[in-house]
Each structure stands twice: as structure tokens, then as C-alpha cells.
């Protein structure tokens, strides 16, 4: 069974940062891509940015690009989302995601961010 604890959520007012991390569980050398996920209320859930395995290749939403940094620490087996300059818009539960090479996917069990504007 694999888990994703994530952590690093709050309160912010716009403008300021915050960094989440996800943990887990397993070696995540033996994911293909490890991605961050966000559900703000009454939306459906939207793709953040992703980093794969191996050369580390990144992606991320328009909405945040320049403004967010996604990074893994394999030692640690964590990934990162770095969130800069952030907007009210930003405001949601954010979400981990890693998929193996089987296509199976691992969600984490959400964080809050909160911009106040």
C-alpha cells in the first residue's frame, strides 16, 4: 500500500508563499510522475504541474507558471510544490499524485491553502 502525507498548507495573505510537501511512503524512484493537483470548491479538480522520473522534466498549468516550482527530493522521497506570488485564485485543496509504471495512481489526502486577498 502505497501513502502520500502532505503537509505545508495555511493561511496567506496575496502575494506571500508557501511550500507544500508530499512524503511518501515508498521509494519514489519507482514512480514514472509524481504531479500536484488542486480542487477549489465547486470546481473540478485541475492539474498544477507534474515532474517525471529520471531527467526530472517539468510541467506546469498556465495559470501558474513563474509562480510555482515543483521539485523532488529522492533521499527524502518527497516532492515539493515552492508557491510564490500567490493569488486569491489560488485558494483551494491541493493534492498529491504519483504514478507507477503500471499506470497505477496514489493520491495524498489533501491540504488547504487559503489566499486572503
Known amino acids: 500500500q502505497v501513502q502520500l502525507v502532505e503537509s505545508g498548507g495555511g493561511l496567506v495573505q496575496a502575494g506571500g508563499s508557501l511550500r507544500l510537501s508530499c512524503t511518501v511512503s515508498r521509494n519514489i524512484l519507482n514512480f514514472n510522475l509524481m504531479g500536484w493537483y488542486r480542487q477549489a470548491p465547486g470546481q473540478q479538480r485541475e492539474l498544477v504541474a507534474t515532474i517525471r522520473s529520471g531527467f526530472g522534466s517539468t510541467y506546469y498549468a498556465d495559470s501558474v507558471k513563474g509562480r510555482f516550482t515543483i521539485s523532488r527530493d529522492n533521499t527524502k522521497n518527497t516532492v515539493y510544490l515552492q508557491m510564490n506570488s500567490l493569488k486569491f485564485e489560488d485558494t483551494a485543496v491541493y493534492y498529491c499524485?504519483?504514478?507507477?509504471?503500471?499506470?497505477?495512481?496514489?493520491w495524498g489526502q489533501g491540504t488547504q491553502v487559503t489566499v486572503s486577498s
Open positions: 499524485k504519483v504514478v507507477n509504471g503500471w499506470g497505477n495512481e496514489y
